[in-house]
């Protein structure tokens, strides 16, 4: 114990190395075991300096008593040898802190660029035609990977590296989208990886050194200090005054050890510029994800398995953005690459073009689809035509994933609900039913299936539909699958079913059982019902059930539907409610648009 104590308690020593070696052999001395001068004292104190004294006085007090304990220093010579070979490795490698950066040797300006400029490179994202469309930086972190920021590379249709006149390709094959990382490995180039230095073990005011390429230029390099340590998801974003320009992005930031203490990035908020870095931890956790993806396989992984996750990763961010021309693009690059997850991508790519209702959605279709058409203002809608065209875009992206996944549940639902939206029932039909067979404890699927037999006046079969779907309801939803059932018998003109129906209800969900009786039951309104009145039930059904509003809001809605003579009463009433205006104005749409 005593010897760790010794050797490992102390502070690094660069120099006065064999004054020091005295000390500690004298040191030594006084702990061997039956010498006169050993003191209660043996371990030593945490601050070296203060103790230099007691050091001494240690020593003194052997030299006096040698000849008293002489025969047992003689005996003690091979630990002697031993302790100078441990205090020579203390020089080298024993320090108090945990730390590997604590201590390290303190560069110039001059060295820090010297040292991590080797890792530093120029990224050009280039498209179809080869022209650039942005440039960014890059940093190695092993020797054959360098990371950078997602927004430098993910529009590109192919990327190039380069310093000086040197180029090199390169393929995306890592992505953390949500923390604007992606790994890029150049083809044909061994790098000089950097080391990294979490953002737990960094404190503000500390010097840093940004190193880049600004627009494509050649490296530059700028000093500042950590001006802020922002929390966020367990780690700490960098704020630093060190100047990061717009092509900078990507590049690295370093302490005054040489060591990567975090990715640049440029923020342009209100006209000021901010420069921030992304934390060592998020870095580190790149190369951890690849690594794990890679062991988690029995075979190496190609690089083109590792760049399709990685756009298809790009994109399922870049929809949550609603970025939808990035989103398709992403996709799109995910699919052509044809590995094991392609399916996914003409899934997800289907679901972009047939499935959003937000306003940004709209937007982008109105360019997309019809390029100058108005609708970007909350409220619009693209016209039929522009709706019709987007849904025949996913049922072909969906039919593709279909195609490499046959049994991919979800595409066939999705399938099924495009082909209903553009009225082409028989097919809406066919992909429902292949849905129900891969999920038949789905209530939902049931629930669709319902309304498509609904809208080809097949209500036999809407009510076998409809009758599965209850069974496997869940109990809050089991009312609204029985009164599907009664608005069928409705249809059929089976009144004996439909008073069977009410009286069930009625022991079930009475608020429910008064509705269907002012519909179904009291002879004036089933006999002044449009035809179209069953497939705008089920509709107002199944917008209500996926809008996230309770129960009493969805009653309330229901009656405002139903029961407001105009389109200025219902507006009113719609109002006071607790709705999003996106469903506000889907429920609005069915009740007063003319299709």
């Known amino acids: 114990m005593c010897l760790s104590m010794i050797f490992c308690e102390r502070p690094l020593v660069t120099g006065h190395f064999l004054g020091h070696v005295h000390h500690e052999l004298a040191v030594f001395l006084a702990c061997v075991p039956n010498s006169p001068s050993i003191s209660p004292k043996c371990s030593l104190s945490q601050n070296h300096k203060t103790n230099h004294r007691k050091y001494l006085a240690v020593h003194r007090s052997h030299s006096a008593s040698t000849g008293r304990f002489g025969s047992s220093f003689r005996g003690c010579i091979s630990l002697v040898v031993g302790a100078l070979l441990l205090v020579v490795f203390s020089q080298i490698g024993c320090s108090r802190s945990t730390s590997p950066f604590a201590k390290s040797q303190t560069l110039s300006p001059v060295e820090i660029f010297q040292r991590v400029s080797p890792s530093v490179f120029v990224v050009e994202a280039l498209d179809e035609d080869g022209k650039t469309l942005m440039l960014g930086s890059a940093v190695a972190m092993a020797r054959d990977f360098l990371i950078t920021n997602c927004h430098v590379v993910q529009s590109a249709s192919s990327l190039r590296v380069s310093r000086g006149k040197e180029h090199w390709t390169a393929k995306l094959i890592a992505a953390a989208p949500n923390h604007d990382l992606c790994g890029l490995r150049p083809s044909g180039l061994t790098l000089q990886p950097v080391e990294v230095r979490p953002s737990s073990k960094l404190a503000t005011g500390e010097h840093v050194y940004a190193v880049g390429s600004p627009e494509g230029l050649e490296l530059t390099f700028s000093e500042g200090v950590i001006s802020a340590l922002r929390e966020t998801e367990g780690v700490r974003m960098i704020q630093t005054s060190a100047a990061i320009s717009p092509g900078s992005s990507g590049g690295g930031l370093f302490d005054a050890q040489g060591n990567l203490v975090g990715v640049t990035t440029f923020y342009l908020k209100e006209g000021q510029s901010l420069n921030f870095a992304l934390p060592g931890e998020w870095v580190s956790g790149m190369l951890s994800s690849s690594a794990e993806a890679a062991a988690k396989s029995s075979t190496r992984p190609s690089d083109a398995a590792f760049e399709s996750g990685a756009w298809l990763g790009i994109g399922l961010e870049a929809v949550k953005k609603e970025e939808y021309d990035l989103a398709v693009h992403t996709f799109r690059k995910c699919a052509d690459l044809k590995q094991s997850g392609a399916f996914q991508a003409w899934f997800e790519l289907g679901k972009v073009f047939s499935s959003s209702t937000s306003d940004a959605y709209r937007a982008w279709l109105c360019s997309t689809i019809k390029p100058g058409s108005y609708c970007s203002a909350p409220g619009f809608y693209p016209s039929e035509l522009t709706i019709q065209e987007a849904k025949v875009k996913g049922i072909a992206a969906f039919e593709k994933a279909i195609e490499l996944k046959s049994d991919y549940a979800e595409a066939w639902q999705a399938l099924a609900s495009a082909y209903f939206w553009i009225k082409e029932y028989d097919q809406a039909i066919t992909a429902a039913k292949q849905y129900t067979r891969l999920a038949p404890r789905d209530w939902d699927g049931w629930s669709n299936l319902g309304l498509y037999y609904a809208e080809t006046e097949s209500y036999p079969e ?31 003109g089976d009144r004996e079913q439909v008073l069977r129906i009410y009286q069930q209800l009625k022991g079930s969900d009475p608020k429910m059982a008064e509705r269907f009786f002012r519909e179904y039951v009291l002879p004036k309104p089933a006999a002044t019902a449009p035809p179209e009145k069953l497939l705008q039930q089920g509709q107002l059904l199944r917008i209500l059930r996926h809008a996230p509003i309770d129960d009493a809001t969805r009653d309330k809605a229901w009656d ?10 219902f507006t009113a009433r719609i109002n006071k409610l607790n709705i999003p205006d996106t469903v506000k104005q889907s429920i609005y749409d069915l009740r007063f648009r003319k299709p």
């Open 462 to 492: 809407a009510i076998d539909a409809w009758q599965k779907a209850e069974k496997v309801a869940p109990d809050q939803s089991k009312s609204g699958m029985l009164a599907m059932v009664g608005m069928a018998y409705a249809e059929k």
């Open 560 to 569: 405002a539907f139903y029961w407001a003579p105009s389109p200025d009463d």
